[in-house]
Structure formats: structure tokens, C-alpha cells
């Protein structure tokens, strides 16, 4: 009786610690979204040679997304593979992955920038 009764209470403990994992990743993505850009500008404004390091970074992430887009649709239509069901192995390449992420966080970054400016130029 106590082994059913520990077998059922593990599996909602288990169940239980798998949402609280899921809801602390997408809390933490969304904070890092946030966090990571203000971090961007507060070291670009401490150091100003990172602005161009950040430049720099984001103009070889741009190349090494395209190209693993434009690689991945080439062999898609090389192999006469259905588009819509291949294409989605694209998102485990952890390289598409990084770059994407890096993108995401520049482009917030800059409008962050550009934000700033604009407030700045009103005043």
C-alpha cells in the first residue's frame, strides 16, 4: 500500500518539478530578452570599443544565419524532400540557434539605442 501510494505521489512530484522547470525556462527567456540588451548599452556606454565588438559580432552572425538557412533550403530541394516537415531540422542546429538568438537580442539593442537618441534629441 505505502509503494502505490509513493508511486502515485512521485509521479505528480515528477510531473509537478517538470512544470516548475518549464515555467522558470520561459520565465527566464523573457527576462533575458530584457536584461541582456540593457546590458548591451550599459557596456557600450562604459567601454566604447564595444560598440564596435558588437557590430562586428553581429554582422557574422547575420552571414553564418543566412547561409545555414540558404544551406538548409538547397538541400531541401536537392533531395525533393517535402519543404514544410525538413525545413524544421534547421532549428537543431545549435549554430542557427545561437545566431538567431544573437540577432533577436541586437535588434533590441539598437532599438534601444535609437530610442535613447530620439529622447535625447526631444529634450
Partial sequence: MKYCMLVLFSDRIIQHSVWMVIIIVKVLLIAGSIVLPLLMIYVQCHWKRMS??????????????????????????R????????????F???????????IGLYTIY??????????DYKK
Fill in 79 to 90: 533531395d525533393n524532400t517535402v519543404f514544410m516537415t525538413a525545413i524544421h531540422g534547421v
Fill in 52 to 77: 564596435t565588438l558588437l557590430n562586428i559580432l553581429m554582422i557574422l552572425s547575420a552571414i553564418t544565419f543566412g547561409n545555414i538557412t540558404a544551406l538548409s533550403i538547397y538541400q531541401i530541394i
Fill in 92 to 102: 537543431l542546429n545549435p549554430l542557427f540557434l545561437v545566431t538567431g538568438i544573437y
Fill in 110 to 119: 539598437r532599438l534601444l539605442l535609437l530610442s535613447k537618441k530620439e529622447w
